[in-house]
């Protein structure tokens, strides 16, 4: 069992406490099993527990099993600094249902010290075989302001670089910064694999990052009453450009808003986008298991 990365701060005692022992019901098992293409395990077990309550000795491995009851056999572990990072790396050496991809957070990026040795330290990881992307980076304007948008851009441009140096899939975080995002990538060049974490454009947007072939995955927002223009989006996007994911412990699809996510919730976010897409729902499951196997490989 690997250990948790650290002990959290007093702010996620107080979140953990207040989650403790709320995560939502199972939901009905998918026909067919898919992925989880970006969540935090380090997190969710750290704030939130194990999803079915109750301790655990490895809390890890039981979130991997009470996921892969409801037909989620895979996990990408994502990181967002240095530390997460590691942890993710070698959660993935030792869980075989976990992949991990390493990166600095674009809100991070602004805080380092030394971005530079930040950057080398997860160039050292991305050379690891079973971390099999790089991110989340990217660009975010809603939590860091102008001061902070130059130390994002040369973090975001080296993860670009990494990524195409190590053939890896880039996992980009994406707030409220559409056009950089897109800017950036079409100066740099993307890398073969582009995954849009949690999507959060709407129809125009995704007609631009399909036309470039990217990878939209879409978290439990989609669900979301409000989220008219994102389910427009989902709409248009073809099936082999469509993944699922967490982001746990956040973003946890309707009915469960304002409870703990986890992976084994991945079901209701699936039947959301087959309701959307108008897509089978076993097709829809064959058609995201298909593309995370090809944007992150074997697992």
Not at 19 to 40: I, M, N, Q
Not at 41 to 46: C, K, P, Q
Not at 232 to 260: K, M, N, S
Request: charged share 25%; aromatic share 6%.
């Amino acid at each position: 069992m690997l250990s948790l990365m650290s002990e959290p701060t007093e702010t996620r005692r107080e979140r953990a406490a207040r989650r403790a022992g709320e995560f939502p019901p199972a939901p009905e098992p998918l026909p067919r099993p898919v992925l989880d293409s970006h969540t935090h395990l380090d997190i969710t077990v750290s704030e939130a527990g194990v999803p079915g309550g109750g301790p655990a000795d490895d809390p890890v491995a039981a979130a991997v099993a009470v996921a892969a009851k409801v037909g989620v056999d895979r996990l990408v572990q994502v990181g967002v600094d240095v530390a997460s990072s590691r942890w993710g790396a070698d959660s993935a050496d030792a869980y075989p249902a976990v992949l991990a991809t390493v990166a600095l957070h674009p809100n991070e990026a602004p805080r380092l010290a030394d971005l530079d040795e930040a950057l080398r330290e997860i160039e050292s990881l991305a050379a690891r075989d079973r971390v099999r992307g790089i991110g989340e980076t990217g660009m975010d304007f809603f939590r860091t302001g102008d001061e902070g948008r130059a130390a994002q851009e040369a973090s975001f441009r080296a993860h670009i670089a990494i990524a195409k140096r190590y053939d890896k899939a880039l996992v980009i975080h994406d707030r409220d910064a559409h056009a950089d995002v897109l800017r950036i990538l079409d100066d740099e060049g993307a890398p073969e694999t582009v995954v849009l974490h949690c999507f959060s454009g709407d129809a125009e947007f995704a007609r631009e990052c399909v036309r470039r072939g990217y990878l939209l995955s879409f978290a439990g927002t989609v669900t979301f009453g409000s989220a008219t223009a994102l389910r427009e989006a989902a709409a248009l996007t073809p099936l082999d450009q469509i993944l699922v994911e967490t982001d746990a412990p956040y973003l946890t699809p309707t009915p469960h808003r304002g409870r703990p996510n986890a992976s084994y919730l991945i079901p209701i976010t699936v039947r959301a986008l087959a309701a959307t897409t108008g897509a089978d729902l076993d097709e829809l499951c064959a058609a995201i298991s298909a593309t995370g196997d090809r944007a992150f490989g074997p697992w």
